[in-house]
């Protein structure tokens, strides 16, 4: 029990000591790219170079890096990312505006990939069909070797332009199966290959030999193999979402933090960067530790 | 020099919008192919908007003009009209400025808008605002007053040829707005559609505002701008997501076969340059022979024809053919109007240049047009290190001047002025144009802008464009409009001079769209 | 089998610095190095596999080497009256929206392409694996530091990071080589701790370090060779993933310089004309395609070569 307590307490240090380190990984990368927020008005509303000095120092951005990192990591702890240097708005209030969006989008292709990726190796290797080991195998090289904004196009045109099914504006169908299907190449495949050793186990081979149909089979006996392996890919696909939901908000115009940290990131605005980055990160590193518990919860193995 | 009113309602009687106009109580439609018919949301897409303060702008203007107004805007031809004063004079001497301001225009929030309302936002911008077009307009002016409720006086320390254009871009905003002494973070204007919800990079929602001063308009129920920079503006507008959208001209091609699109453009042009590194040139690009030579390589029909197909116009001038400050004598002399490649190479040897032994640093934005050129420039055997950076990206590297060459473009502008302004010295923002420091040069474009004499004026200006071309700071390859696609379901929209989708004689207030 | 294994005897070493996620990421390196573990039956169809695969890759090798005496055009040269045409007698596969010739871009691109995709993938090696065993062989302490980097590092979105570190250093191979082998360093590093806590409970390694090796000879001596095959699996899939990657990275406007003729680049750069000139993309996308294919068949026969457990099992398949 006390060792419990104490591996609890490390696990929370350590996921403290992630927090901070990308915090000050953001913060620091940030302020060495070229060009800030104030070169932004320059190049669109002509300043000279007087009146740049002037702005920097009324933003703050003539501070040394160190004052600024405090200044800003002290807010940032209570909730106040600061104000958009473009927009003069509350960066919390353009997360606000940004999260529900990629949270549905990212949420729903998990579903969707981990779906998929369970219902198609747990088929493939309970029929033993080729076919659908083949399957398996396809999904699993489009999800490498394709980019899902090359398949997204691709879709535009084929499912809006020529068919009008769906819109290009908004529409959250699209992004969420394209990205799904990436999600279930990447678990799919070494989900395949656990289940497939696990049907020629033994008590799999009893449960088929004591007559268990190959649903009841497929659900007790199989399933509880393959959710622990899905789960730990998930660490690796989750990641991999925040990428891929920016390309979807890209395409499929959808507000959401991807593209709110692109345009940022183009815009220079420092505060705005920072605060998505960070959430963007702790929030995986939260859904890690929470994903380990549950997979310490359905993997017998590890609740030893 | 006093503007008639009177013909901006016989416009608005020729678009078939005043009869109702006139009698704002009776019901639309007299005839229904004619009449606007009110309602719908416009969905609308071109520019950003950077800030709720339209005094704080940064030049993504083609937006706020939903709901503010200013008391001047530049008509479809270029030339100025009264937007929100009726009319305005101009003393002989060129100092004094004296506005008029129409009846009956109210804020957003109800109030009319009165002569000290204009005169504050005119301080505003003197005193708080930094940056920005108006910034060196605003330290000519001596003074603005009101003598009456309906007159406003803007008195200029010496003669300011640009001034009416650039006020344009002075919007009149209520001081009651919230930020005022800040920054304004929802603006009360006059315009024709009020500041909704702002959601930045994303989109504004603009209610229509029923007490607008122009008769029975808006039409629109409302207009939805579409905010997002990186989007698939032809995909949206093929699909109907979209009402009006600018879109780049190879896909607005595509656009117009789809048969419920039409493509128009801003009656303002883009113009495509190749500009050397002025402040810190590196031999032999310090040599104006050199140069001249490395234009010789560039195709300019062909570059423009790869830009922009038939409608793409190459010349040597700062503006397009039609416009008052073009001038066909110096365009038909145009020596780079063909590439020579044996020229070039002669002119390089004779300079002592070997291109192999050369690399040419060579700076651009991440578009395909410079990559036209960088290859055109390969030809003389020099070898090129393009790199293609974003807006701050290429803005920051530029403004280091370790380059030689760069192939940029800038668009629309209320004035002339605005684009001679950024070959002076001590310019605004002057990296695109390799930051030229010609005090010959200032000399001739100061005597342009205090001139009061539009001739005299123009003689000026192109003065001084000789010396820019002599010089080789910058080379004109060409103009080419923005393109705007419009559906067919818009009605009453034509595109404007500058990016402004709101003006004196059209614009988005009298748009409406056609219910099946 | 070779994970109950690893795990049966990480177990016990699990008492140190991070307790809650060795477990994990074994299983997600092992997850992520998707190691087929063919039955006997497909022993054979595996083996063709490699064949055709290393056929391919050494076909993309070899153009890649000689691509300019291949290639019929300067994969630079413009001919901008024929934009966006398709294949035909002067352009084999056609042309891009610049008037290049996309044979000899695919031709060209491969080399620059493959570079991309090697130096990613060995950035990321070096960053990953070789730190994370150099660390994990010091000691604890030092496994903790690089370790602790390294979650840092996967904690953060992979592309962003990229972008912004893009965006700091400038465009370029450089940069875009450093910004993908940073991104894909942590799934080198997990393999390489997965398959080091493995060997390292072995009794023979235990044995050698009683016998008074030194921590790093007996890494390199007894443990690497042993850790190589999981490490070079890992490797057959980074590739691609790189090569794609830099694709998207191209999309967002911040590949590499806009005259090499990348795959990626040439995807992300068609994707705008993808209606009216299709084979534009499709073109490098069935090579990616190719390639990827062909490594993974290639590492999935190398890494049965190199895994000793495998080479056990096949010599009492073939017993």
């Known amino acids: 029990m006390g060792a419990r307590l104490a591996g609890t307490g490390l696990g929370v240090a350590r996921l403290l000591f992630q927090a901070a380190g990308i915090v000050v990984l953001v913060f620091f990368l940030c302020r060495v790219v070229p060009g800030d927020a104030v070169d932004r008005m320059t190049l669109e509303g002509g300043l000279t170079l007087a009146q740049e000095a002037a702005l920097r120092a009324e933003m703050g951005l003539d501070r040394s890096l160190p004052v600024q990192f405090v200044d800003w990591a002290g807010g940032a702890l209570h909730g106040d990312f600061g104000t958009s240097l473009r927009y003069h708005r509350p960066v919390s209030d353009m997360l606000a505006t940004a999260l529900p969006s990629t949270l549905k989008l990212a949420g729903f292709s998990f579903l969707v990939g981990i779906g998929l990726a369970i219902g198609l190796a747990v088929a493939a290797a309970m029929s033993g069909s080729r076919w659908l080991a083949g399957l398996v195998n396809f999904v699993n090289v489009w999800s490498i070797a394709l980019p899902t904004f090359c398949v997204g196009v691709i879709a535009i045109l084929i499912f809006s332009i020529w068919l009008g099914w769906l819109p290009v504006i908004g529409g959250l169908l699209m992004p969420v199966l394209i990205l799904g299907m990436d999600n279930a190449g990447q678990i799919g495949k070494p989900l395949f290959e656990e289940l497939r050793e696990a049907t020629t186990s033994a008590h799999v081979r009893t449960a088929h030999a004591k007559g268990l149909g190959p649903v009841r089979v497929a659900l007790f006996h199989l399933l509880p193999t393959a959710l622990p392996v899905a789960l730990a890919m998930s660490g690796l696909v989750l990641a991999g979402l925040v990428a891929g939901t920016l390309t979807m908000e890209i395409l499929f115009g959808l507000p959401g933090l991807g593209s709110l940290m692109l345009n940022a990131i183009h815009g220079r605005d420092y505060p705005v960067v920072q605060a998505a980055i960070t959430v963007a990160a702790v929030g995986l590193v939260l859904i890690n530790a929470l994903m380990d518990i549950v997979h310490r919860a359905v993997d017998p193995r590890l609740s030893r | 020099m006093k503007s008639p009113s009177l013909t901006l309602d016989r416009r608005q009687l020729m678009l078939g919008a005043a009869t109702a106009s006139l009698v704002a109580v009776m019901p639309v439609s007299l005839s229904a192919q004619e009449a606007a018919s009110r309602g719908g949301v416009l969905r609308y897409a071109t520019l950003g908007l950077d800030t709720s303060d339209p005094h704080r702008h940064t030049g993504s203007i083609a937006v706020q003009q939903l709901y503010v107004e200013a008391l001047t805007s530049i008509g479809p031809d270029g030339r100025v009209e009264p937007f929100l004063a009726e009319g305005y004079e101009v003393s002989d001497d060129g100092l004094t400025y004296t506005f008029a301001l129409r009846d009956g225009v109210t804020f957003h929030n109800g109030d009319p808008v009165t002569a000290e309302d204009v005169v504050a936002n005119v301080e505003r911008v003197r005193t708080n605002v930094k940056g920005g077009w108006l910034a060196s307009a605003m330290k000519l002016v001596d003074g603005v007053n009101a003598p009456d409720d309906r007159t406003v006086v803007i008195a200029m320390k010496e003669p300011y040829a640009p001034l009416a254009n650039l006020l344009s871009e002075l919007w009149i905003v209520s001081p009651k707005s919230d930020g005022w002494n800040e920054t304004i973070t929802t603006p009360i204007g006059t315009g024709p559609f009020v500041f909704g919800e702002w959601k930045p990079q994303i989109s504004l929602y603009a209610p229509a505002y029923k007490g607008y001063w122009r008769g029975d308009m808006p039409y629109l129920d409302a207009v939805e701008a579409n905010l997002r920079e990186d989007l698939d503006k032809s995909g949206a507008m093929r699909v109907g997501d979209l009402h009006i959208a600018s879109v780049p001209r190879d896909e607005a091609r595509q656009l117009a076969k789809s048969g419920d699109i039409h493509v128009s453009q801003l009656k303002d042009s883009t113009w495509y340059f190749v500009s050397f590194n002025n402040r810190k040139p590196r031999p032999p690009f310090d040599d104006p022979r050199v140069r001249e030579a490395i234009m010789y390589a560039v195709d300019k029909q062909a570059f423009m024809n790869f830009l922009a197909g038939d409608d793409g116009v190459v010349t040597n001038q700062l503006v397009m053919p039609g416009h008052v400050y073009f001038d066909q004598g110096l365009h038909d002399a145009d020596k780079h109007a063909k590439p020579d490649l044996e020229k070039a190479k002669a002119m390089l040897a004779e300079a002592g240049v070997k291109p192999e032994e050369i690399t040419i640093e060579f700076l651009s934005w991440q578009e395909n047009y410079p990559q036209v050129v960088v290859q055109m420039v390969r030809q003389l055997g020099f070898k090129v290190n393009h790199v293609a950076l974003d807006d701050l990206g290429a803005q920051n590297r530029l403004g280091q001047y370790d380059w030689d060459m760069n192939a940029m473009a800038s668009g629309p502008r209320a004035d002339i002025f605005l684009r001679f302004v950024r070959l002076m010295s001590n310019g605004p923002n002057p990296v695109l144009w390799g930051g030229v420091q010609d005090p010959e040069l200032d000399a001739i474009v100061e005597k342009a802008v205090a001139e009061t004499d539009e001739a005299k004026r123009k003689a000026l200006y192109l003065k001084a464009w000789d010396r820019v071309m002599d010089n080789y700071y910058t080379v004109v390859l060409g103009h080419a409009a923005n393109t705007i696609a419009i559906r067919e379901e818009v009605q009453g929209y034509e595109p404007g001079f500058t990016w402004s989708p709101n003006w004196a004689t059209g614009g988005i207030a009298q748009t409406w769209l056609k219910q099946d | ?319």
Request: some cysteine.
């Open chain 3, 1 to 319: 089998m070779a994970f109950a294994h690893a795990h049966g005897s990480a177990g016990p070493q699990r008492s140190g610095v991070a307790v809650v996620a060795p477990v994990k990421d074994d299983r997600e390196a092992r997850a992520a190095s998707e190691p087929v573990s063919d039955p006997r039956g497909q022993r054979r169809a595996s083996a063709l596999g490699a064949l055709v695969g290393g056929a391919i890759v050494a076909l993309i090798a070899l153009a890649a080497v000689c691509a300019p005496l291949i290639a019929p055009h300067d994969p630079l040269a413009q001919d901008l009256l024929s934009l966006n045409q398709g294949p035909s007698a002067a352009h084999l596969l056609g042309t891009d929206h610049l008037g290049r010739d996309v044979f000899s871009r695919l031709v060209m691109g491969a080399r620059v392409t493959l570079l991309v995709g090697l130096g990613g993938t060995c950035v990321a090696f070096v960053l990953g694996a070789v730190c994370g065993l150099t660390a994990l062989a010091l000691g604890r302490i030092p496994e903790a530091i690089v370790f602790g980097a390294i979650d840092v590092v996967r904690a953060m979105p992979g592309i962003l990071l990229a972008l912004l570190l893009i965006v700091a250093i400038g465009a370029g191979t450089g940069p875009v080589l450093l910004a993908l082998g940073l991104s894909y360093a942590p799934h080198f590093a997990y393999v390489a701790r997965a398959a080091y806590k493995r060997e390292a409970a072995q009794d023979y390694v235990r044995a050698a370090g009683l016998f008074g090796g030194g921590r790093l000879h007996v890494l390199s001596l007894h443990i690497l060779p042993n850790v190589m095959g999981g490490l070079i699996t890992q490797g057959a899939i980074i590739l691609p993933r790189c090569i794609v990657t830099e694709s998207v990275l191209s999309f967002l406007g911040l590949g590499s310089s806009p005259d090499a003729p990348t795959w990626g680049r040439m995807v992300s750069d068609a994707s705008r004309y993808l209606e009216i000139a299709p084979h534009a993309i499709l073109i490098p996308v069935l090579a990616l395609i190719a390639l990827t294919v062909s490594l993974l068949l290639v590492g999935d026969a190398v890494r049965a070569h190199l895994d000793p457990l495998r080479r056990v099992q096949a010599a009492k398949g073939a017993a």
